[in-house]
């Protein structure tokens, strides 16, 4: 009898500890998952960029280092918190740049942290890292209206306002009915347009 019921419990056995194993596997990932949605819970909650939402945000990256996400938003609040331009602007646009380009290495294909790259590069007077920065958002992003906005912007940027002109108008044709930005960009392109007296595409 026991030894017809032996193949029985071998398999028995092995299904226990590979479930063991299982659970010892994912034990830890699970803890590491609740902590960082606990965090990302309390940062969605923050009204303010500080020092505590960047200090919650570092955290986060060190509990998950594989969330495109959090590497992005540290970066950006980085970049918002530069833009007061307050003493020490300058190493909040340079850390943000270095967040935001692990963004990008870990989600090669969103356009967005190459655009926040490219707006602390412009803030901190790097031109040239600007508009390389500013071209591979676009891109990225051929078919985004923020990006194309922005896009428009840095063509004027570069005293290219017929260019800008052409992306600008793009995007009014993607988005006619909420669209500020590319309206108010379109009026200084054709401004320079014909400051320049150059015709229209």
């Known amino acids: 009898m026991f030894e017809r019921d032996a193949p029985h419990l071998r398999r028995l056995i092995v299904r226990h500890l590979l479930a063991i194993a299982l659970l010892a596997w994912l034990a830890p990932r699970s803890v590491r998952a609740f902590r960082e949605a606990w965090l990302l819970n309390e940062?969605?909650?923050?009204?303010q960029v500080d020092e505590a939402l960047l200090s919650k945000l570092k955290k986060a990256t060190e509990i998950e280092p594989a969330n495109p996400r959090t590497f992005y938003e540290l970066g950006e609040n980085l970049r918002i918190l530069s833009w007061r331009g307050l003493p020490g602007y300058q190493e909040q646009a340079h850390e943000a740049i270095q967040w935001l380009k692990r963004a990008a290495e870990l989600q090669p294909f969103d356009p967005y942290p190459a655009l926040r790259i490219a707006l602390c590069h412009h803030w901190l007077g790097n031109k040239e890292?600007?508009?390389?920065?500013?071209d591979q958002a676009r891109k990225l992003g051929p078919n985004d209206v923020t990006i194309a906005n922005h896009y428009g912007w840095s063509l004027i940027l570069r005293g290219e306002p017929a260019k800008a002109r052409e992306v600008l108008v793009e995007?009014?044709?993607?988005?006619?009915?909420?669209n500020r930005m590319a309206r108010h960009y379109l009026e200084m392109a054709d401004a320079l347009i014909k400051a320049r007296a150059i015709p229209p595409p």
């Open 129 to 134: 890292e600007a508009q390389a920065a500013f």
């Open 171 to 178: 995007s009014l044709r993607w988005n006619d009915w909420d």
């Open 43 to 47: 940062i969605s909650a923050a009204t």
